[in-house]
């Protein structure tokens, strides 16, 4: 790739069971003839050689998966786009959970995405773990649309 004068970004990688070894790779590309470039690349890729893992192993052949994955336009997270709602905890709790509304809701207003913490008997606890939780999800979604 440097050769041709494409520019890489280890995005992710995945280790393998054996130590050295890589299940996955994500790469960004960049560069001015990278269309040619991807179009011998593409598709499955033959990699013949003596693995140096299981030497006495008589496979050489071995197959490597490359594929191309549509560039996602990264949400930007605002806290002006999520709601808050007060309610009341439940379980246990005694007196302060049947007469404060300490538990939080937070709403993600663009994707309708809401989380519950309930945890805390303080409401700003409540608020501040609601938030951590929904850019958690948030992220996790992100991830499951690569």
Same mark, same amino acid.
Not at 1 to 18: F, H, N, V
Not at 23 to 38: D, I, R
């Given at each position: 790739?440097?050769?041709?004068?494409?520019?890489?970004?280890?995005?992710?990688?995945?280790?393998?069971?054996?130590n050295l070894t890589v299940?996955?790779?994500?790469?960004?590309?960049?560069?001015?003839? +990278?269309?040619?470039?991807?179009k011998t690349w593409l598709?499955?890729?033959?990699?013949?050689?003596?693995?140096?893992?299981?030497?006495? &192993?008589? @496979?050489?052949?071995?197959?490597?998966?490359?594929?191309? +994955?549509?560039?996602?336009? @990264?949400?930007?997270?605002?806290? @002006?786009?999520?709601?808050?709602?007060?309610?009341?905890?439940?379980? =246990?709790?005694?007196?302060?959970? =049947?007469?404060?509304?300490?538990?939080?809701?937070?709403? &993600? +207003?663009?994707?309708?995405i809401s989380v519950l913490?309930?945890?805390?008997?303080?409401?700003?606890? =409540?608020? *501040?773990?609601?938030?951590?939780?929904? *850019?958690?999800?948030?992220?996790?979604?992100?991830?499951?649309? +690569?």
């Open positions: 790739a440097t050769q041709a004068g494409i520019d890489y970004t280890i995005l992710s990688r995945e280790e393998g069971d054996a299940k996955s790779v994500t790469l960004q590309l960049k560069g001015k003839e +990278l269309a040619p470039f991807l598709g499955t890729v033959c990699w013949v050689g003596k693995s140096t893992f299981r030497k006495f &192993h008589q @496979r050489s052949n071995w197959y490597i998966g490359v594929f191309q +994955l549509d560039q996602l336009q @990264r949400q930007s997270f605002s806290e @002006r786009d999520v709601q808050f709602q007060t309610t009341r905890s439940q379980g =246990n709790g005694g007196q302060n959970v =049947n007469k404060v509304n300490s538990a939080v809701r937070a709403t &993600h +207003l663009p994707t309708g913490a309930q945890d805390s008997r303080s409401q700003l606890d =409540n608020k *501040k773990l609601a938030l951590a939780r929904l *850019k958690e999800k948030l992220a996790e979604i992100e991830l499951q649309q +690569l």
